[in-house]
């Protein structure tokens, strides 16, 4: 397995807001994670990068191809981000600089882990600009992040989670702020990029219908807890959770169908 994450327990302020959290990752697979907001699903995926708020505190295990993650030093967890795990985040406005050009983003995590020059991140960054389908490449990376639309900024927040081809993607709800539309385009697009580099793939959402294009196996949270746990197919078909059922009955995101695929 690739990611093992046992009995994750996160505390804040003395309450659990993760209790008991455990699933597994193998290589190439793609796992969903999915409930209601404050069911715990964005703070399991923090805990794994170890980006938990000050005030939260974490136990149990995380293990990244054996080697834990929990309690590991601050300089070692960070040479593992953007390098072996990269990470989406929900909303790439406030996930960008707004005072720096997006192609100067993307390049920072190139430049971290693998020492190029100037010159050759900015070639790097036009690269993966073009890579996740940004029109004109060369243009949009000298722009900042409030001249894109919502769309492209997303966009470019997964280049700059892939500039560095990392082995497991993290993304949390990386469409939950996009029409349906644009919603649907930056799926394809994200799984079509998992797909070619041969990534694991751990999904946060709160939409079933979403999730049944991305993944292959759910987890479904409750207030912390596991309530269910399941391939995608038993969720939408045999659901065994009250949430689960609650979930397939509200979703609501537009069913599409990956090229050369069915819905």
Same mark, same amino acid.
């Given at each position: 397995?690739?990611?093992?994450?046992?009995?994750l327990?996160?505390?804040i302020?003395?309450r659990?807001?993760?209790?008991?959290?455990?699933?597994a990752v193998?290589?190439?697979?793609?796992?969903?994670?999915i409930g209601?907001?404050?069911s715990g699903?964005s703070?399991?995926?923090l805990a794994v990068l170890?980006l938990?708020?000050d005030?939260?505190t974490a136990?149990g295990?995380?293990?990244w191809?054996?080697t834990?993650?929990?309690?590991m030093?601050?300089?070692e967890?960070a040479? +593992?981000?953007?390098?072996?795990?990269g990470? #989406?985040f929900?909303? /790439?406005? *406030? =996930? @960008?600089?707004?005072?720096?050009?997006?192609?100067?983003q993307?390049?920072?995590?190139?430049?971290?882990?693998?020492?190029v020059s100037?010159?050759?991140?900015?070639?790097?960054?036009?690269a993966?600009?073009?890579?996740?389908?940004l029109?004109?490449?060369?243009?949009?990376?000298?722009?900042?992040?409030?001249q894109?639309?919502?769309g492209?900024?997303?966009?470019v927040?997964?280049?700059?989670? +892939?500039?560095?081809r990392?082995?497991?993607? #993290?993304?949390?709800e /990386?469409? *939950? =702020? @996009?029409?349906?539309?644009i919603?649907a385009?930056?799926?394809?697009l994200?799984?079509?990029?998992?797909?070619d580099?041969g990534?694991s793939?751990v999904?946060?959402?709160h939409d079933?219908a979403?999730l049944?294009?991305v993944?292959?196996?759910g987890?479904?949270?409750e207030?912390?807890h596991?309530?269910?746990?399941?391939?995608v197919p038993t969720l939408?078909?045999?659901?065994?959770?009250?949430?689960?059922?609650?979930?397939?009955?509200?979703?609501t995101?537009?069913?599409w169908?990956?090229?050369?695929?069915?819905?």
């Amino acid at each position: 397995m690739s990611l093992e994450v046992s009995d994750l327990v996160v505390e804040i302020g003395g309450r659990r807001v993760v209790d008991g959290v455990s699933f597994a990752v193998a290589d190439g697979e793609r796992l969903g994670l999915i409930g209601e907001s404050g069911s715990g699903k964005s703070l399991t995926a923090l805990a794994v990068l170890g980006l938990l708020p000050d005030e939260a505190t974490a136990h149990g295990s995380i293990r990244w191809n054996g080697t834990e993650l929990l309690g590991m030093p601050d300089r070692e967890l960070a040479e +593992l981000r953007g390098d072996e795990i990269g990470m #989406i985040f929900q909303e /790439p406005r *406030t =996930a @960008l600089n707004p005072i720096r050009t997006v192609g100067r983003q993307i390049a920072e995590s190139v430049r971290i882990h693998q020492k190029v020059s100037r010159r050759q991140a900015r070639e790097c960054a036009i690269a993966e600009a073009a890579r996740v389908r940004l029109s004109d490449p060369e243009r949009i990376v000298d722009r900042y992040p409030h001249q894109l639309s919502g769309g492209q900024r997303q966009r470019v927040a997964i280049a700059m989670a +892939l500039a560095c081809r990392p082995k497991l993607l #993290i993304a949390d709800e /990386p469409t *939950t =702020a @996009l029409d349906v539309t644009i919603q649907a385009e930056v799926l394809r697009l994200l799984l079509s990029l998992v797909e070619d580099q041969g990534m694991s793939l751990v999904f946060i959402t709160h939409d079933l219908a979403v999730l049944a294009q991305v993944a292959t196996h759910g987890v479904v949270l409750e207030h912390g807890h596991v309530v269910e746990s399941a391939p995608v197919p038993t969720l939408l078909s045999t659901p065994s959770s009250p949430v689960t059922q609650a979930l397939l009955r509200d979703a609501t995101a537009t069913l599409w169908r990956p090229e050369g695929g069915t819905a």
